[in-house]
């Protein structure tokens, strides 16, 4: 079983959006998938159910974190299942306690190895104890990024904090790079098979993050109608927005690099 998080401290990037996606390509490829929503807003929740309120009484990802008994994820499809956010996990984000740190790793390494493949978390937006113990608990993390200037300067927090984890509680965890999101305009690149935005300040972003280090780029996603699709818990393969059959071969394209990187064969 491997353990994948998304992170970002900026709003909007499309952190939520890309972790289902992942998580939807993952299922359809005969992983077992288990989605952990661990962020507060429970927007990755609310894109599976139309009434959050619904699943009073149902275990969440603050169960996960605080209980010692056994943990039952939502199934929402064949291979794909989700644990839901609440309210409640603003009692973990500020606590400075190490067991809160380390708990997600050693809960899911305790319930979920047998059960499931791939463990798929949504982050908090901000660099809260919740996100510490998410990268506390995986192998890989990735980052959606826009080409803004301003979007570059707060992932410089997010790798702070990721080389803290790993000084501190996982000196394995792997950053595996960015995804480029909403992009307006992608063009071959130099008949190179590769790809690059068409918009001058855009790709001198791009560029910068290349030179951070090599196969820093996981794959990009332009402006696509349809990708908002799966806001709505549905597969990129059900959408029928505008741009579908592009995003759909984005989205592939992107979730065959990680997976890969990750270990995984796919069918």
């Known amino acids: 079983m491997k353990v994948i998080s998304v992170a970002s401290i900026k709003g909007g990037v499309g952190k939520t959006t890309t972790i289902a996606m992942l998580g939807h390509f993952a299922s359809e490829h005969g992983l077992r998938t288990l989605l952990i929503d661990a962020d ?51 009692r973990l984000s500020e606590s ?66 990721i080389k803290s984890v790993r000084s501190s509680i996982n000196a394995g965890l792997k950053f595996e790079g960015f995804l480029p999101n909403r992009v307006r305009g992608i063009r071959a690149k130099d008949g190179s098979g590769c790809v690059e935005p068409v918009g001058i300040k855009q790709r001198a972003i791009f560029e910068e993050l290349q030179t951070i280090g090599p196969n820093m780029i996981l794959g990009m996603f332009g402006l696509r109608d349809a990708i908002g699709d799966v806001e709505y818990g549905k597969s990129i393969n059900e959408a029928h927005g505008r741009g579908s059959v592009v995003a759909q071969s984005e989205i592939n394209a992107f979730a065959t690099e990680l997976l890969q990187r990750a270990g995984f064969t796919l069918n």
């Open 40 to 90: 507060v807003q429970a927007s990755l929740t609310a894109s599976f159910f139309e009434d959050i309120d619904d699943l009073e009484g149902r275990h969440t990802t603050y169960n996960l974190m605080v209980d010692n008994g056994l943990i039952e994820p939502i199934v929402v499809k064949a291979n794909l299942s989700i644990l839901p956010a609440d309210a409640y996990l603003y």
């Open 96 to 161: 400075k306690d190490l067991k809160v740190m380390m708990c997600l790793k050693e809960r899911i390494g305790e319930l979920f190895p047998k059960r499931f493949d791939l463990v798929l978390i949504d982050t908090p937006g901000s660099t809260s104890t919740v996100l510490v113990s998410a990268l506390g608990a995986s192998h890989h993390v990735y980052s959606p990024i826009e080409l803004q200037k301003y979007s570059v300067r707060a992932f410089s927090e997010v790798m702070g904090l």
